[in-house]
């Protein structure tokens, strides 16, 4: 079964729902049980990188273990930020390190927050597009963004005066910087593929 991890932080209910409404059986957790059983394992949010983290506590090494044994991960959001090794939101914060890369702030001049639709050049390579065209248009609201140095990582862009990174996969492990829940059937689509990920992996 897939696990939302349930740590106190935004969109995880909404998360759950949209799961829910593609025929997705979810579980809400926070046990470390689940986290370590799980066929898929998603790490939503909607708050501050550092008070994520801190919300996250112990689960995080559970995240960590789950995903070097080849479970399929997506962060969404804030989630997805932490997917990197550390953010300089409100000081510097450890992420979970999944993904060589930082957390940085979009730069001055833009307007910030970043908040509403843009348009997403999706790479055919990268298993969470599938069935989808060349670009389309997904559900931002973030002051942050994540600078990847990863060779391994595939790298998906949103034009917002410079190419700002706006989805990563490295291996099992996914994430957008985009709320696939609220980017209507374009991100419901999204969460099939992830859906279908895990049940490729032979553990969905």
Request: aromatic share 10%; hydrophobic share 40%.
């Amino acid at each position: 079964m897939i696990i939302v991890i349930d740590y106190n932080v935004g969109n995880v209910k909404s998360v759950c729902n949209a799961f829910d409404y593609i025929g997705c059986e979810t579980k809400l957790s926070a046990e470390p049980q689940d986290i370590q059983n799980a066929t898929g394992l998603v790490l939503p949010g909607v708050a501050a990188f550092g008070y994520a983290i801190r919300e996250l506590g112990g689960l995080a090494e559970h995240v960590k273990a789950a995903a070097g044994k080849g479970t399929p991960l997506l962060g969404i959001c804030v989630g997805y930020q932490l997917l990197f090794e550390q953010s300089e939101e409100k000081g510097i914060h450890k992420g979970l390190g999944l993904i060589k890369g930082d957390v940085i702030p979009i730069p001055p001049g833009k307007t910030i927050p970043h908040m509403g639709w843009n348009l997403v050049e999706l790479p055919r390579e990268m298993e969470l597009f599938a069935g989808l065209p060349e670009k389309k248009h997904f559900y931002f609201a973030h002051s942050y963004y994540a600078d990847i140095h990863d060779r391994q990582a595939k790298i998906a862009f949103t034009e917002y005066g410079f190419e700002m990174t706006a989805s990563v996969q490295k291996n099992n492990i996914f994430g957008v910087q985009f709320h696939p829940e609220k980017s209507g059937p374009s991100g419901l689509q999204i969460l099939k593929n992830f859906a279908e990920i895990c049940q490729k992996e032979k553990r969905c």
